[in-house]
């Protein structure tokens, strides 16, 4: 293929390019301008990106201009990202979900995660695509899908491989260096799957760690925005700048709450040696051979860099019998409450003028339906139910104290091993716990699961620990991608 740019800031980290610009050899215009470029010619195809911000080149000129006169404000000064088109920025940047019933809404302020990142001086390239609703819509629905969107793409192979959701565009932005870094938010599974999926690195963070003010959300008790790189440091990077206390955020307000500004101290290239991973072999059961190599090889590396292995571990919570009731009656009542201050505008103002919205626009809205919005319709709205307290309280109980905590405290682990996003990571999303992916692999073969997909492709390797660990998962998160270097750069010719 006939190259028009300079390609030269492929897989560019954020320690790299800070360090050119501190240099002189790049400003962060030129970074803007070439990353721009690079989406405007290989987005068509990948449909990642939903907008790119129309200020991004002024705010960067600016951000070079303050270098200048008063050097920089960190280490993301001049860093362009993309947010997930679920984080309000109060700009000319639209903020919809991916709905084409919110395609003109402009939120009146940025998000509390949006201010925080501005005030370190990153530039926001603009919004990613996502799986509609954060995939809170249909059950049908396409990971990766949006009526305002379409459906983005796996750099990897696309139309070929499974791109993850919900934060489908963010990752595979990250993966094909369309930005720097990427925000994407996660209920369950939401930033790991598609980082996996990618072979990029992802992290949900403890619930409570970051603000959820400004997003639009899912449920108060799982939701969490949180870093999307290409690698753990640049994610290190980023949650550093992400973690101010919001007092709007009652999760944040736990005595328990530990947050640091700089993530970074915690890698230690030899962050394996004496650890302690536990291997909860109940969830490896429906892995295919060729993933199944994968997470053994992971399990083998970690042990070779000095890791314990304990295996297996038995959690009291697989014999759980799971269920979204506490997904049911939350989303209706936080979409509800976020659209009430939404702004002016002519979109939906509650959940029942959306579904009514989407019926009346079936040809443009309803490519696979809404009953999952029309499910959650059913509720109050007020978490005044008692199947909903006692369903949260379950939750807590078994995903915790008979769960992880139990499995950590059980047998001194530091941290337990998955591979990507298998059905046992459903445990820290109701826990609240942060859970952090590495690339780990490339499955050759794969096999059809559950849903259509093909789960050949990237496999990430991820951990999961305790609140507030994120200091720890950090510490071998990197250990383990400094020993595997397991991500490729996916091919170009698309």
Known sequence: MQRTINDSLIEADIDSLQAAMEAGSLTSAAIVRWYIERIDRM?????????????????????????????????????????????????????SAGSVALAEHFAPKDSAVAAQLRAAGAVFLGKA????????????????????????????????????????????????????????TETSGSIISPSSQNSIV???????????????????????????????????????????LDPADKAMQEEKRTAHPDYTAFLDPNGLQGARIGVPRHYYGGLDEARARIIEQAILLCKERGATIVDPVTLPCESARWDWTVMHYEFKKGLNDYLAQAGEGPFVRTLDELIAYNEENKEAALKYGQDVLIWANGTSGTLS???????????????????I??????????????????????????????????????????????????????????????????????????????????????????
């Not at 609703?133 to 305002?148: D, I, L, T, V």
């Not at 409570?208 to 003010?213: P, Y």
């Open 405 to 494: 905590d139990h499995a950590l405290r059980e047998h001194n682990l530091d941290a337990l091993i998955f591979l990507g996003n298998e059905d046992g990571l459903d445990i820290s999303a109701r826990a609240g716990y942060p859970v952090i992916t590495v690339p780990g692999g490339y499955a050759e073969t794969g096999i059809i699961a559950e849903g259509g997909y093909i789960t050949k492709g990237p496999q990430g390797i991820t951990f999961v620990g305790t609140a507030y660990s994120e200091p720890v998962l950090f510490r071998l998160a990197y250990a383990f991608e400094q020993a595997s270097l397991a991500r490729l750069v996916p091919d170009e010719a698309i």
């Open 43 to 95: 987005n068509p195809k990948l449909r990642a990106v939903l907008e790119v911000n129309p200020d991004a080149l002024k705010i960067a000129e600016e951000l070079d201009k303050e270098r200048l006169e008063r050097g920089a404000r960190g280490p993301l000064h001049g860093i362009p990202i993309l947010l997930k088109d679920n984080l309000d920025t109060g700009d000319r940047m639209h903020t």
């Open 129 to 184: 695509n996502m799986t509609e609703w954060a995939n809170f819509m249909s059950n049908e629905m396409w990971a990766g899908y949006s009526s305002r969107g379409g459906l983005t793409l796996n750099p990897y192979g696309p139309g070929e491989l499974f791109v993850g959701g919900s934060s489908s565009g963010p990752a595979v932005a990250v993966a094909a260096n369309l930005c720097a870094a990427a925000i994407g």
């Open 202 to 244: 992802g992290l949900k963070p403890t619930i409570g760690l970051v603000s959820r003010t400004g997003i639009i959300p899912i449920t108060q008790s799982q939701d969490s925005a949180g870093p999307m790189t290409r690698t753990v440091r640049d994610a290190a990077i980023l949650l550093g700048a992400m973690t101010a």
């Open 385 to 403: 139910e008692s199947e909903y307290a006692e369903s949260l309280r379950l939750n807590l109980e078994w995903s915790r104290n008979q769960g």
